[in-house]
């Protein structure tokens, strides 16, 4: 059974830094994009960096020059590196990753959520 667990999230003041964990556990094959998205109250989830396999990477405006989203493939785990935070980064961040694992004896490729890890930027 793969899952996704997250950690890393909390309470920090305008300008600080935090930064997100993602590892990916189970019969994992392959990992292939992964990715983090949020959810601020009342607002859509939505795209806040993504990776590939081979480490292209992008960026929604908002986080673009401030947020850094790498990889460890030998770990299966996504991070997001989140520098100058703004009030309005508050929000729920969840991990999510497309991965190929072993059923049985063949594969599959599913897509993969982390729990939320809330975040909350605030003096």
């Known amino acids: 059974q793969v899952q996704l667990v997250e950690s890393g999230g909390g309470l920090v003041q305008p300008g600080g830094s935090l930064r997100l964990s993602c590892a990916a556990s189970?019969?994992?094959?392959?990992?292939?994009?992964m990715g983090w998205y949020r959810q601020a109250p009342g607002k859509p989830r939505e795209l806040v960096a993504g990776i590939t396999h081979v480490g292209n990477t992008n960026y929604a405006d908002s986080v673009k020059g401030r947020f850094t989203i790498s990889r460890d493939n030998a770990k299966n785990t996504v991070y997001l590196q989140m520098n100058s935070l703004k009030p309005e980064d508050t929000a729920v961040y969840y991990c999510n990753a497309e991965l190929t694992s072993y059923t049985g004896s063949s594969l599959a490729t599913n897509d993969y959520w982390g729990q939320g890890t809330q975040v909350t930027v605030s003096s």
């Open positions: 189970g019969s994992i094959f392959r990992n292939n994009a």
